[in-house]
């Protein structure tokens, strides 16, 4: 039969192992550490939500508009598919530009030269559109990477803390009992398992979308190439029309 006493011990120790208590005893240095983990793994979080969001709504966005180019339409006349579009998509955005330039520079094709420089003019804007669609995309991804990276070690440093307050607490106490030890290093290994809940998350999305991304920048080079293929057979019958030799 168990001692009383003893019984009563590990209840109360299994009452001060929760995470709460875990925090709430806690010294101020650990406790700074705790609180900045779980801001970092939320921040991370909603990071991680708006990314996988965004990405998946621009993929199936740009089926729909790189299908309605590659029906053989004019370049004008696909228009009307971005037109419901928002601004901030990276497909509308690289368009425009590339339908910007083609419009600014029509009265200029005279020569089979001036029109191939329209071609690389328009390359040149949509390269130019896409790098910085793509930027932007990119945003607040190196967060994830830097969770990722010092998540571990910061929650490292609060378990180190720890164990040296509990190391005093059983000098001070000259006590090596459990009922001792056990509150001291089970908030110490708090820290740890919060940073990796921190950092975990964070590599693997990190990974994920830095995928996606390279995934929806092949379809924006893709897109520039459709468009740039039916542009150049536009401008061929342009020029057939200004007396050009089309070969």
């Not at 006493?5 to 925090?23: G, K, R, W």
Request: proline share 4%; net charge neutral.
């Amino acid at each position: 039969m168990a001692d009383p006493v003893t019984a009563s011990a590990s209840a109360a120790l299994a009452h001060t192992l929760t995470p709460i208590e875990l925090f709430l005893q806690a010294d101020a240095i650990v406790k700074s550490v705790i609180i900045l983990l779980i801001i970092a793994s939320a921040w991370g979080w909603a990071v991680i939500a708006e990314k996988l969001i965004r990405l998946r709504i621009l993929h199936k966005r740009a089926d729909r508009l790189i299908a309605s180019i590659q029906d053989g339409l004019p370049v004008h006349a696909v228009a009307p598919s971005f037109a419901d579009q928002p601004s901030s998509d990276p497909l509308v955005q690289v368009y425009e530009a590339m339908v910007d330039e083609n419009t600014r520079s029509a009265d200029l094709i005279y020569t089979e030269g001036q029109r191939d420089s329209l071609q690389e003019r328009v390359h040149r804007v949509a390269q130019l559109a896409s790098s910085s669609a793509l930027d932007h995309l990119q945003a607040r991804l190196p967060f994830l990477a830097t969770i990722g990276a010092v998540a571990p070690f910061i929650g490292l440093f609060g378990t180190v803390w720890g164990i040296m307050n509990s190391f005093q607490g059983i000098a001070a106490s000259n006590n090596t009992s459990l009922a001792v030890v056990a509150p001291g290093i089970a908030e110490a290994l708090f820290a740890t398992a919060l940073g990796l809940v921190a950092a975990i998350p964070a590599v693997i999305f990190y990974n994920r979308i830095s995928g996606d991304i390279g995934a929806y920048g092949k379809r924006l080079t893709s897109f520039i190439g459709v468009f740039e293929v039916e542009l150049s057979r536009q401008l061929s019958k342009r020029g057939e029309r200004n007396g050009l030799r089309v070969a």
